[in-house]
């Protein structure tokens, strides 16, 4: 019986290793197309990537930033064509650009390295970088930012697959001392 268990146990573990690496989803080393920090409209594209060197100097982030304090940023005009257009940029505490508090501005001007720079101290809760191109048609992105908030459902997601591993564990021992019980 010991000997059937080896094979079962082995197929567990590898499948819940497989499984379960998929959760661990990084913001880098992924195609433009695939990055949830690109934006396009109309084959435009700008990607915004975050830091917060003062907590982790190694770390890259997109719209879900771990901890409140200084946070700087970076927006890359991806498309050549958006460098030769005057674009600004607002960060709002809330989602509303007219109606919520501005964090910060820049006015809208041209920026043909294709990179925009800054950096802002938020504290916990919700944010939106909008990024707006005066072209014709006028082009209008946004970024929902997430400052210290935890999320349950990549918790959740996260914690599903270890969970039934062990429970098919527990299951596969608890059926194994059963028998083991029953040839005595």
């Not at 573990?13 to 661990?24: E, G, H, K, N, Q």
């Not at 048609?137 to 062990?166: C, G, I, K, S």
């Amino acid at each position: 019986m010991f000997r059937q268990m080896i094979p079962i146990c082995a197929a567990a573990f590898v499948l819940s290793t497989a499984f379960y690496t998929d959760v661990a989803a990084a913001h880098g080393n992924v195609s433009l197309e695939a990055d949830n920090c690109v934006r396009g409209i109309e084959g435009s594209m700008v990607h915004l990537s975050t830091y917060q060197p003062q907590h982790d100097p190694e770390a890259e982030y997109c719209t879900e930033i771990p901890k409140e304090g200084n946070t700087f940023w970076v927006i890359d005009l991806v498309d050549h064509a958006l460098r030769n257009m005057p674009i600004g940029i607002r960060v709002v505490k809330g989602n509303d650009e007219v109606q919520s508090e501005t964090i910060k501005y820049i006015r809208s001007t041209y920026h043909p390295d294709g990179v925009i720079k800054g950096e802002f101290d938020l504290n916990e809760g919700l944010y939106t970088v909008f990024v707006t191109g005066e072209g014709v048609p006028p082009l209008h992105y946004e970024y929902p930012l997430r400052v210290q908030m935890f999320n349950y459902a990549d918790t959740f997601r996260a914690a599903v697959v270890p969970l039934l591993v062990l429970l098919l564990l527990a299951f596969i021992t608890n059926n194994f001392l059963k028998s083991r019980r029953l040839q005595r």
